[in-house]
């Protein structure tokens, strides 16, 4: 597919410095035809290790959160911002978002979803070119280059924070609803 051929092209990046101190570039995994995509923020210790993005504990709650909206991982797409982890789990740096997010552009271009989830601030604030807070992102249908956009807690938020499952799960029946509008 054409969305593998570019991971071939791109899973060697040097561009930034996370290209040293990374084991496994983190491309992104799912259906290359998806209509919702899943965005987080960067991979952590355990993606670094697997390749795969949301794998650790806060990836399993993804998984769960995902077949709560009777669907499946391979259904869906799941990427990061990042490709590559940030040593220590630290916040991406702008330099790695600006070098690495015309690589997030093109898996947008390639896929078309016809609607996208961002997970946790960061995700949801690169996306749409704001600063605004998570919560205020929250229950707004936002637009990226015409895609809507729905912005949530990262599940990493949720496993910290019990008392954002409430919320986020009312945003999955609205993400549901929404996806479920546009799949025809
Ligand atoms: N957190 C993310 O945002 N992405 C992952 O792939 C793993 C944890
Ligand atoms: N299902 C729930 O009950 N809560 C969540 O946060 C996600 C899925």
Known sequence: SPLEIFHQQICECMACPLGQSRTRFVFG????NADLMF???????????QGEPCVGAAGQLLTKII???????????ICNILKCRP???????????????PYLQKQIELIRPRII???????????????TSMGKLRGTLHAYQG??????YHPAAL???AQWKRPTWEDMKWLRREYDGVEL
């Open 29 to 32: 995994a799912g259906d290359p």
């Open 39 to 49: 965005i987080g923020e960067a991979p952590g210790a355990d993606e670094d290790k």
């Open 67 to 77: 077949e709560a909206m009777q669907l499946t991982r391979d259904k869906v797409y």
């Open 87 to 101: 040593p220590n789990n630290r916040d991406p740096q702008a330099t790695e978002i600006e070098t690495c997010e």
């Open 117 to 131: 989830c961002t997970l946790g601030r960061v995700a949801a604030q690169v996306l749409l070119r704001t600063q």
């Open 147 to 152: 895609i809507p956009v729905i912005a949530t």
């Open 159 to 161: 496993l910290r924070n």
